[in-house]
């Protein structure tokens, strides 16, 4: 029992994953959503135009009408009015799938002596529309059942009616076990990227992201502000002398310890390993000073674990800022407060 709720409500990755994964399922049902709605707006443009110059099916045009005006509302959403993540999303996302369901259900009551076709074709659709928890399309899919099936036996002559109820049910079996299929596969999919991505773009032994990964969003740190910024640059004293005489395990826990204070303040996204002893960190939108003063605090916590570090902060304001010369100034007052360390008794300092 518990195996199949988690498969209904996680995809089979089970909660925490499945949330952690959340981010990159809404920019894959955003990319859908966009591509769906753009050709179904289209289809239904040109299945309205035809319908206008065909008496036969003259009767549709104004489902194929309401559903080419529809989806193009929603295409304008996601597209030019930035809809990207969140509950937005999602709800256009399921109104996407209540309309067509409804519009097929309207087309087929149309026609009552014609079998329904088109909500076969819909619920073979919705398990590969978007990317979410395979509940709420399996719940779509069910009560859209329950819908053809009683408004045929109320709608349709008796032997019509029989076929609808049948064909629906039996489809929306299929599309239940389709949807449990693609969304653990999409899912699966997700969380290998993710971890592939983890690697690429994590020092592994701090937790902090790597060098690689520094230069590539490097640049796009004053886009990421709306005042100022301001950098910090650290540097661990003493690495090389803890590797000599408690040797590497000794000197990696000081660099974890280390990583994980910044971690802590800076969050995972704004702090990088950019050397064997050497970290800087982002602070968007937060005053030099404030930084300043959590950094001391930092170098406390730590000199009271037995670890030492020199800093050197740089702020900038949006509009005016020279990113580079600002890592410069900091790396400069990191390097200036390390002269200072060494310069005390009992320390000295190895060459690199």
Not at 48 to 76: E, G, H, K, P, Q
Request: contains cysteine.
């Amino acid at each position: 029992m518990d195996n199949l709720v988690n498969k209904l409500l996680y995809a089979g990755l089970g909660k925490s994953e499945f949330e952690a994964l959340k981010p990159e399922a809404l920019k894959e049902t955003r990319k859908s959503l966009k591509g769906y709605s753009l050709f179904a707006a289209v289809l239904f443009a040109l299945l309205a135009a035809f319908a206008s110059l065909t008496d036969i099916t003259s009767i549709n045009r104004w489902y194929y009408l309401i559903m080419a005006v529809f989806n193009i509302a929603v295409w304008f959403c996601v597209e030019k009015r930035g809809v990207k993540m969140g509950a937005t999303l999602l709800a256009l996302a399921y109104a996407s799938i209540t309309v067509l369901y409804a519009v097929s259900i309207g087309l087929s009551l149309l026609h009552p002596d014609l079998p329904a076709v088109m909500i076969i074709a819909v619920m073979l659709l919705t398990p590969f529309l978007f990317t979410d928890s395979p509940i709420y399309v399996i719940l779509l899919n069910i009560g859209a059942t329950a819908a053809i099936c009683g408004l045929s036996r109320v709608y349709k002559p008796a032997d019509i009616a029989a076929d609808d109820c049948w064909n629906a049910i039996s489809f929306c079996v299929v599309s239940i076990a389709a949807a449990l299929m693609q969304r653990q596969l999409r899912f699966r999919t997700l969380a290998k990227d993710r971890h592939i991505r983890y690697l690429s773009e994590t020092d592994l032994m701090t937790g902090a992201r790597n060098r690689n990964m520094y230069e590539r969003v490097l640049d796009s740190y004053p886009q990421k502000s709306r005042q100022f910024l301001t950098c910090v640059y650290v540097d661990v004293n003493g690495l090389h002398a803890l590797n000599d005489a408690k040797g590497h395990k000794a000197g990696d826990v000081m660099l974890q310890t280390v990583a994980k204070a910044l971690l802590e303040r800076f969050g995972s996204e704004h702090v990088y390993r950019i050397g064997g002893d050497e970290f800087v960190a982002f602070a968007p939108d937060v005053e030099e000073e404030t930084v300043k003063w959590d950094m001391r605090r930092i170098a406390d916590l730590l000199s009271a674990s037995g670890y030492d570090i020199s800093v050197g902060i740089a702020c900038g304001q949006v509009g005016e800022m020279d990113l580079r010369q600002m890592l410069t100034q900091a790396e400069h007052e990191m390097y200036h407060q390390k002269q200072i360390y060494y310069q005390l008794p009992g320390r000295e300092r190895r060459r690199r």
